[in-house]
């Protein structure tokens, strides 16, 4: 159990922690908006990609063996994180450390489920499922204090010492694999083009605010991305006729229930996901807190997942999933647009009346909807299946993660850039300010008043490059009320009323 909560609180604590210094981050590497987005999303797409291929490398190589490689290859990664001198170093090991938790968190369950006995296993996923939500709860709060310390490659160090315990506990675990037989077969045609796919398009999307969707580079990746995703599906379709183990068994999704919740995952998450990510940029960049204070804004979401969720799983057996899914996304989509309208405030003092209330909202609608969609997968599939819907509504979580960066984020980098020469030209700066300022877009929220410019003119300039940020949350904030409307109406017309069905 140790050992399962340790691997996995790093994977966890280190994607949280994380979306709060990259401010500093960005500060210290002098990374663009786009490059920024890209240390978060190198992570995110291997994992998302990769997380049921290292669920079936340890049923077929032995559970403990596959997840003591995936701590060694995160501790390592991880080292090299925190010592990376540019961005594109870390980029790449971010993308090392994904692979890491690929193997990770669905081998620390895997082997929970294959030590404890059915009378004990329960109480131990439950354990193991609190202490991770403690975990996420923590992640900014501990990365805003070492951000606001001047320490944010901390955030990566101290994966060390959780790494060296795990591994020194994982000794005294037995080894397991799949019941006797033919090991499954690993879907690595499969694998690739997930990955080329989730990156060709992630990279399109986010080139694109400074390029234009014309531009032949930026056409060239959408169009390699989404093609190697087609063929992705027509790869497992055939490998599901044959029988031949398919990352992705297409035939899942024929159920109702199934597929109206997996839908449901991807809109809402990828809205939440998006939250996390963009809200400590927002409030140290455009509102001016401190990084700790705004690694503790997060703390009333999460308090609420905790405390919501099981009344949320009495209102799923009392009235089954149709009324918890659609109220939920429901009253998150109201959430949004709450968020959506403080301007620039007076700072921190006014987090309490401007952005408190939304966020209890948001936090509020996804613990309503959080635990019922879980179950609801599970209950739409034989039992015999049930680890394999399991992996596929982790693998449909983590994957509205790699969207909310490629989509929202991009969608903030142009929204930025439109808007700030909107206000530049408003303020009736100099031309000359005016152009350095609009060439600075690509910055995001390290873009800086033009030296030419004092005094007043400064001034207005400053508040041109705040005003842009606010802009451009407002429009992130209006796109994940959409997507969360629109989880609510796949929940109230595609989701049963009674218990979920096949």
Known sequence: MAAAVL???????????????????????????AALLWIVNAYALVVAALLL??????????RRRVLA????????????CGLAPGTGFLIAARAVQGLGAALMIPGSLALLAATFGEERRGRAIGTWSAWTVVATALGPVVGGSLAHAGRWRWIFFLNLPLAAAALGLLRRVPESRAAAG???????????????GLTGVTAGCLGAPGRGLGNPWIAGLLAAGLASLGLFLVIEARAEARQADPLLPLSLLRSRSLGGALVLTLLVYTAFQGLLLLLPLHLIQAQGYDPALAGLTQLPVMLLLVALSRWAGGLLDRHGPRLPLTLGPAAAAAGFLLLRRPGLTAGAPAFWTAYLPPLLVIGAGMAI?????????????????????????????????VLAVAVLGALSLAAFGSALESRAGI???????????????????????????AGRQR????????????DAFRGVCELSAILCGAGALVGVCWLPKGAASR
């Open 182 to 196: 033919a090991p499954p077969r690993l879907d690595l045609a499969g694998a690739v083009l997930a990955v080329a």
């Open 369 to 401: 909807t959080m635990a019922p969609l879980s179950a609801t997968v599970m209950a739409a599939v034989p039992a015999e299946r049930s680890g394999l819907a399991s992996g596929l509504n982790s693998t449909v979580s983590r994957l509205s993660g």
């Open 7 to 33: 691997a996995s609180a790093m994977a966890f604590v280190d994607a949280t922690a994380l979306n709060v210094a990259l401010p500093a981050l960005q500060a210290a590497l002098g990374a663009g908006g």
């Open 459 to 470: 001034a207005s300039a400053e508040m041109a490059i705040r005003g842009a940020l606010v």
């Open 427 to 453: 303020a009736g700066l100099p031309p000359a300010a005016r152009a350095e300022l609009s060439g600075q877009a690509a910055r995001f929220g390290a873009a800086r008043p033009p030296a030419l410019l």
């Open 69 to 80: 490689a995936g701590i060694a290859l995160f501790m390592g990664a991880s080292v090299a």
């Open 53 to 62: 291929v290292g669920g079936a490398l340890g049923d077929r190589h032995g």
